[in-house]
Structures are given as structure tokens and as C-alpha cells.
């Protein structure tokens, strides 16, 4: 005999999960951008998040010129997955710092 049926059930159990992959974080080639602004628009194929920086510290002002230096096109389902990150993120953060308020 080549097996009992417990082991062939998890023989069978194995072949039917899927292989999930090692991720391999590559930064050899990445580029870091300080962004205090964002916004985000969106259409029925993509979410678009666009990052930039406002340089005009002075209140009261009537136009605020904000430089954009990235633009990230996400597909809604990338989107969804980035906003589940950012909040368990931003929810371990508050509890180590405290809460931010906007």
C-alpha cells in the first residue's frame, strides 16, 4: 500500500490551494518624492492619485499654487488594496503617537 487515506486527503488538499508567491521588494531603482498634498480622481477604469507640494506657508492667501510631481494610475482594485493598507497604517500610527486631527 502506498498510503492511507489521511495522507492522500492532504495530498489532495495541497494540490488544490494556490501557490502563493515570495514577494522580492526590488528598490534598486525607486525614487522618493516628498508630497504635503494630494488628491484623488477617479473613472470607471482607474483611480488616479496625484502627489505634489505646496511652498506657500503664508495664510490668507487667494491662490495657492500647488507643484505636482507624481501621478499614480491604480486600477480600482489596487486602489481598494492601498486604502485597506493606509488605514491599518495610519491606525497603528495614532496608536503609537496619538490621533491626528485634521
Same mark, same amino acid.
Do not use: H
Given at each position: ?8 486527503? #492532504?495530498?489532495?488538499?495541497?494540490a488544490?490551494?494556490?501557490? *502563493?508567491?515570495k ?6 531603482? #525607486?525614487?522618493?518624492t +516628498?508630497?504635503?498634498?494630494?488628491? *484623488? ?10 502627489? !505634489?507640494s ?11 499654487? *500647488?507643484?505636482l ?8 482594485y489596487?486602489?481598494k488594496?492601498?486604502?485597506?493598507m493606509?488605514?491599518? !497604517?495610519?491606525k497603528? +500610527?495614532?496608536?503609537?503617537f496619538?490621533?491626528?486631527?485634521l
Amino acid at each position: 500500500m502506498s498510503g492511507t487515506g489521511e495522507e492522500k486527503n #492532504m495530498s489532495e488538499q495541497q494540490a488544490t490551494q494556490p501557490v *502563493v508567491p515570495k514577494v522580492k521588494w526590488n528598490d534598486s531603482e #525607486m525614487n522618493s518624492t +516628498y508630497a504635503n498634498v494630494c488628491n *484623488v480622481m477617479g473613472t470607471r477604469e482607474e483611480i488616479m492619485v496625484l502627489f !505634489g507640494s505646496n511652498k506657500n506657508w503664508q495664510g490668507n492667501q487667494e491662490e495657492v499654487e *500647488v507643484m505636482l510631481s507624481q501621478r499614480i494610475l491604480l486600477t480600482p482594485y489596487a486602489a481598494k488594496r492601498l486604502q485597506i493598507m493606509l488605514d491599518m !497604517g495610519l491606525k497603528e +500610527y495614532e496608536k503609537r503617537f496619538g490621533e491626528i486631527k485634521l
